[in-house]
């Protein structure tokens, strides 16, 4: 395999992240606002807003995780990852005006969650949005741990070292805005993925015909393009997972509140067609590995992408390659700053520490950018562990299904107690961590009733994706034709596929719990109070209190 030398690969990750930082100087302000730096003011337009989306949806997972798909299920495995990916972003548009709406002047999912039930479930989301970032943090910098160690003597620590100080430079100067700026620079970059690199590896192979050759050499399932084996194990589970990315991210929620609200549904469209073309494209790669018998350099999925490239391709064709790379993962990376210091600036600082004296914009704004350096540091520690990526991607996204249907029946059911939200988070992770760790026997009665409660989650995903576009009624019959057909085929099949039915049973658990908690009270919430308790922090005035939240 081809590999650079010191001097080129440090010589080209300082014009990257020098050119990007010098980038960020342009839109740097004298005197940052704490709007600007967490959301640029609720105006970003419809081009960058959509460059943003997709180039921070399209993150180091993209090109790894895709490409492993690839190499392990075959011809359908990058539709699965590509596919649901993309249906994810369009997915989170209706419900996202539903946030812009009851909160115009928000910043954090948190904070509207903070002013519909109190501390507690607004802490739950915010705990959960920061061991998302972090991890999300940690996939990024071990890509690009993986690649600089494959494409250069270079050593894998250094890789992580040298992105964690490059995304951290650029970003730490104007937050949010920096982050949207540079993301329509390297989205453009991202193009050239599918013009260049793509068809550049598939003819140094020797073109199609040595792939269709190839195909002979696959199992069955891997040559079927409707792979129950495909479906099973990555589809489902990544569909499954992705949602709840969709909600809980708050790297997607950011941007619903930054951009500029008539634009949100064209921006989300055009992200969601931009992702799938790319991510897909991607995916090719691990398949062109597979039919030609390519094994993983040291047996690590994480390589195979800069192997494929670096055995192939020309050293220019290697050096866009690897510039391209750095740009996908930095572009999530600075989102991931920018989300976990949003989270600290206005769910922790904002909504539970200063909320009795005040809030003080200038402390705000240490509190933010001291959250991104100690994330960077937190995030190179954790990328030590090397950790495969793909597994971590479905793990985080199960995690977060739990908290699905309590958000968003939220912010449109007004019988939703905060005891309710909390509750049914909790009992949901329980069982996830139950069942996808197999604290207890799964057989007999104990996976039948895991079963059950995975076909109400599987319900609850395909009700409440209908219910987004088509309505409250359509969404109910959508969700009680899911639930019967999961009551006659998936009970006694399903706990063969553990990843899938523990991700399925943290939307079920939450989703019971969280309706039978509910009608338990009488109590009802008047949606109006939210826009008036949440509101820009460089305005303290117009802010109401927050104290006696009624549910």
Not at 157 to 183: H, N, P, W
Not at 485 to 490: E, G, I, K, Q
Request: proline residues 3%.
């Amino acid at each position: 395999m081809f590999q650079f030398s010191t001097l080129t690969i440090i010589l080209l990750l300082l014009t990257f992240y020098g050119g990007t930082y010098l980038l960020s100087l342009l839109i740097k302000k004298d005197e940052e606002t704490t709007s600007g730096f967490m959301v640029a003011g609720h105006n970003v337009g419809f081009g960058m807003g959509a460059a943003s989306m997709t180039a921070t949806w399209i993150w180091a997972a993209s090109f790894y995780a895709a490409a492993t798909s690839g190499y392990k299920y075959g011809v359908s495995g990058p539709i699965h990852y590509g596919f649901w990916g993309a249906l994810m972003i369009l997915f989170i548009y209706p419900f996202g005006m539903r946030f812009r709406e009851l909160a115009p002047n928000g910043h954090t999912l948190g904070e509207l969650i903070h002013a519909r039930h109190g501390s507690s479930s607004q802490l739950i989301l915010a705990i959960s949005n920061l061991m998302g970032s972090l991890i999300s943090l940690m996939v990024n910098f071990t890509a690009a741990g993986a690649l600089v160690s494959v494409l250069s003597p270079l050593s894998f620590q250094t890789g992580v070292i040298i992105a964690g100080v490059g995304v951290l430079s650029y970003t730490l100067t104007s937050g949010f805005r920096a982050s949207v700026f540079t993301d329509f620079a390297q989205l453009v970059a991202l193009m050239a993925i599918g013009v260049i690199i793509i068809p550049a590896v598939l003819f140094s192979m020797g073109g199609p015909s040595v792939v269709v050759s190839g195909l002979s050499n696959l199992t069955l399932q891997q040559q079927d393009f409707f792979s129950s084996e495909a479906f099973f194990q990555q589809g489902a589970p990544y569909f499954v997972a992705v949602l709840a990315y969709a909600i809980g991210n708050q790297t997607i929620t950011q941007r619903l509140f930054a951009i500029d609200k008539s634009k949100i549904k064209a921006t989300f469209i055009t992200a969601t067609v931009g992702y799938a073309g790319i991510v897909i494209g991607l995916g090719m790669i691990g398949l062109m590995a597979l039919t030609i018998g390519i094994e993983p350099l040291n047996g690590n999925m994480n390589n195979l992408i800069p192997q494929m490239v670096s055995t192939y391709l020309h050293p220019v064709f290697i050096a866009l390659f690897f510039i391209l790379v750095i740009g996908a993962l930095s572009s999530t990376a600075d989102s991931d700053l920018s989300a976990l210091s949003a989270i600290m600036m206005a769910d922790i600082y904002g909504k539970n520490i200063a909320k009795k004296g005040g809030v003080n914009p200038k402390t705000m704004m240490l509190v933010g950018r001291g959250t991104m350096i100690v994330a960077t540091a937190a995030g190179l520690i954790f990328a030590s562990f090397k950790l495969d990526i793909l597994v971590m991607l479905v793990f985080v996204g199960a995690l977060w299904g739990a908290i699905v249907f309590p958000v968003i029946a939220s912010v449109f059911w007004d019988r939703v107690t905060n005891t309710a939200f909390t509750s049914a988070v909790i009992v949901g992770l329980i069982l996830f961590c139950v069942a996808r760790f197999e604290l207890l026997p799964i057989s007999g009665m104990t996976a039948l009733f895991f079963e059950i409660l995975a076909s109400v989650g599987a319900a609850v995903v395909i009700g409440l994706m209908v219910f987004g576009f088509l309505g409250r009624k359509m969404g109910l019959a959508a969700a009680a034709l899911t639930l019967l057909l999961m009551l006659v085929f998936a009970t006694g099949f399903l706990r063969q596929y553990m990843v899938l039915l523990a991700s399925l049973t943290a939307y079920g658990a939450s989703t019971v719990v969280c309706i039978i908690i509910s009608l338990m009270s009488n109590e009802r919430f008047d949606f109006n109070l939210i826009q008036q308790r949440v509101g820009d922090y460089d305005q303290k005035a117009s802010i109401a209190p927050t104290t006696n939240v009624q549910n």
